[in-house]
């Protein structure tokens, strides 16, 4: 949990994925930054039609870029995403599963509470929450 920052069900933000190590600061959780202008705030879980279709969109989300820290996708892992991106992946019918826990509240600014909802996987401790 980071200190104070919060999640899209209102809740402390939780941690998306230590291995491999996400965030736009490599911290593990989606937290968002005045530096992070892509806002990577959905914690997903990566799936293969969801890394097919960034990467036919230009997003290359498999191939490790060391010098971004980055490893690396593939199906099953947790990371967090660019809201924007996600949204486009849904649109087009290949969103990735939602883990709202992790999911950082500024997510909101641009997908609706409804819609991340639809494609929680993970169940909060009051599921009435995803009414």
């Known amino acids: 949990m980071v200190r104070g ?3 899209v069900l ?3 933000l939780e941690l998306c994925s ?3 190590l996400t965030g736009f600061y490599r911290d593990g959780f ?3 930054g005045p530096e992070d ?4 705030t959905i914690c997903v879980v990566v799936t293969a039609e969801f890394l097919d279709h ?6 290359d989300l498999v191939t490790p870029r060391p010098e971004w820290r980055f490893p690396g996708l593939a ?5 967090c995403v660019v809201a924007t991106r996600w949204l486009e992946s849904h649109q087009a019918g290949f969103a990735a599963p939602v883990m709202l826990a992790a999911t950082h509240e500024r997510a909101l600014d641009v997908v609706p509470l409804q819609l991340l909802q639809s494609y929680a996987a993970d169940v909060p401790d009051d599921p009435s929450s995803l009414l």
């Open 5 to 7: 920052e919060r999640n």
């Open 10 to 12: 209102g809740g402390d």
């Open 18 to 20: 230590a291995d491999p």
């Open 30 to 32: 989606c937290t968002a």
């Open 37 to 40: 202008r892509g806002s990577h």
């Open 54 to 59: 960034q990467h036919s969109v230009g997003n």
């Open 75 to 79: 199906p099953g892992d947790r990371w």
